[in-house]
């Protein structure tokens, strides 16, 4: 069975800071992995998402990922955030076998303050 | 542009009534997914479906069951709503063919029962 970890439910940062929301995941098999965010009182939105190639993975919005898998890891970056980061961020895997089904973690809220 | 839309933002129930919400997406995917999303507890999937009248359950089935007439809706049926299925519930769709795997997703529906 896949589960997804993310570590820090919340994280405070100040604006132009940069911001590392980290992610782990764990499967048997391949998987495909995304970054979702959520802003308040709307759904869910795609940041970025790995399915194969380039272990770097840029994003909307300056955001960009890599893909470890020695580590198994998928951890989020941004280098200089900005008070309209403010969301909840959402981590996901899906096994390349069976992509129609995602894994959710349990979400990072980040909190950017001036 | 993809659009999936939940038919109520707000829902205020009464123990014991029967709940529909419903989900419609305009991109002719063939698979969609209802959620609940709790406060440290990420998203759950409920159900989700891959074809019409086709339905699998996810991982918290239980006091919940689906229906899809057509491919474009995918209600979520509360047999009798309790308190704790107070939540807010998010609908999503994907396509089944293609290699983007990304879902889709509604802006929510916040369900009270009281």
């Known amino acids: 069975a896949q589960s997804v970890t993310q570590l820090d439910s919340q994280v405070p940062v100040f604006e132009e800071a940069p911001v590392e929301l980290r992610c782990n995941y764990s499967s048997s098999v391949s998987v495909y992995l995304f970054w979702y965010v959520q802003y308040p009182n709307q759904g869910l939105q795609l940041l970025l998402k790995?399915?194969?190639?380039?272990?770097l993975v840029k994003g909307i919005n300056g955001f960009e990922a890599e893909f470890n898998k020695s580590q198994t890891s998928f951890h989020l970056r941004k280098p200089s955030v900005h008070i309209s980061d403010t969301a909840e961020y959402f981590c996901?895997?899906?096994?390349?076998?069976?992509?129609?089904?995602?894994?959710f973690g349990t979400g990072t809220r980040l909190q950017v303050t001036l | 542009d993809v659009k999936v839309t939940q038919s109520s933002r707000y829902l205020v129930k009464r123990t014991g009534e029967k709940v529909f919400l419903e989900c419609v997406q305009d991109?002719?995917?063939?698979?969609m997914f209802w959620y609940r999303q709790d406060p440290g507890l990420g998203l759950r999937l409920i159900y989700f479906s891959y074809d019409v009248k086709m339905k699998e359950k996810g991982d918290i089935p239980e006091g919940y069951s689906v229906s899809r007439e057509k491919k474009e809706r995918f209600s979520l049926i509360l047999e009798s709503a309790s308190t704790n299925q107070t939540s807010m519930y998010l609908c999503a769709s994907s396509a089944s063919s293609g290699d983007s795997y990304e879902q889709y997703f509604g802006p929510g529906t916040r369900l009270t029962v009281t």
């Open positions: 996901a895997s899906t096994n390349t076998g069976t992509a129609s089904k995602l894994t």
């Open positions: 790995y399915l194969s190639g380039s272990t």
């Open positions: 991109m002719d995917h063939e698979n």
